[in-house]
């Protein structure tokens, strides 16, 4: 949901609030000839930040800020499970019964009918 937000938020500013097309605008006398010479030198070492660099710069920092975002979540999952999603309490031989306990039939269940039942001594258990 949040990847869906950034993403329409990112194309709503890109199409509707940034200027269209291309633009030009005369340039001002900076009026001291060491400034223009320092300025033109910065600008051929390419130091200063551009408008491009900024935008993926904060597009790297949102998009970092949900993936740690998205972490935090699974902290809340509780301890690790170990081996108890492999072990059930099925074994061969223990008998059928209903969640109060009784004895299950093969008889007792109607022909395409169904019954909920547990492995005995585990009636009513999640893990039954």
Do not use: C
């Amino acid at each position: 949901m949040g990847f869906g937000g950034l993403a329409y938020g990112l194309v709503t500013w890109g199409n509707h609030l940034l200027p269209h097309g291309p633009f030009e605008e005369e340039r001002h006398d900076f009026g001291d000839a060491a400034q223009e010479t320092l300025f033109e030198d910065d600008l051929r070492r390419g130091e200063a930040i551009t408008r491009r660099k900024l935008l993926v710069r904060t597009l790297v920092l949102a998009a970092g800020g949900l993936g740690v975002a998205a972490v935090f979540p699974i902290r809340s999952l509780g301890p690790k499970p170990g081996r108890k999603l492999l072990e059930t309490p099925w074994r061969n031989g223990l008998r059928l019964v209903t969640d109060d306990g009784r004895p299950v039939r093969a008889s007792d269940v109607p022909i395409g009918g169904l019954a909920t039942v547990f492995p005995e001594g585990h009636a009513g258990s999640a893990d039954g």
